[in-house]
């Protein structure tokens, strides 16, 4: 048995312990908001927050995360009123949608990190991959998100 919180909830899974968070969260506790995409590590897709940090749940054997703190992009905000969320609308950025519940989340918790990230800070923290090509447009909803944030912008 593995005990971490999700989502604000204390939760026992009952899984191997290799399991990757990824299945734990979309097979046992039916978090569908995260992807599958690759499976690797590379896209990006199954992104949430352990602990505050952005993190490829796909990577991680549940056997880590005993008295961890995992958020979902469920929760990032149930009213979808996070400044990044806000200025993800604002700037029309998703494409076909499927990778974004994972870009979210990087760009929240790259927002934790630093209020108004340069071009450099954003490139370097979102390597998530997206087959649309919505970069631009995320960088762009960062940027309008830290200003937000910075009270610059309403
Ligand atoms: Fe985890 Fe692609 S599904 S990084």
Redesign the pocket.
């Known amino acids: 048995m593995t005990r971490f919180t999700v989502n604000g909830q204390p939760i026992e899974y009952r899984l191997d312990p290799e399991t990757p968070l990824?299945w734990a969260l979309r097979d046992a506790s039916n978090l569908t908001g995260t992807?599958?995409?690759?499976?690797?590590?590379?896209?990006?897709?199954?992104?949430v927050h352990v602990d505050g940090r952005a993190v490829?749940?796909?990577?991680i054997p549940i056997r880590r995360l005993e008295g961890s703190f995992v958020t979902t992009i469920e929760a990032l905000s149930p009213d979808r009123s996070h400044p990044i969320q806000q200025a993800w609308v604002a700037e029309s950025v998703p494409q076909c949608g499927f990778c974004q519940p994972?870009m979210i989340m990087a760009a929240a918790a790259l927002l934790e990190q630093s209020a108004a990230p340069t071009d450099a800070e954003i490139d370097a923290a979102i390597t998530n991959?997206c087959p649309c090509g919505t970069f631009p447009r995320v960088r762009e909803a960062i940027r309008r998100a830290g200003r937000v944030r910075g009270g610059e912008e309403t």
Not at 56 to 59: D, H, K, N, T, V
């Open positions: 990824l992807k599958y995409g690759c499976g690797t590590g590379q896209c990006g897709a199954c992104t490829r749940s796909c990577q994972g991959i």
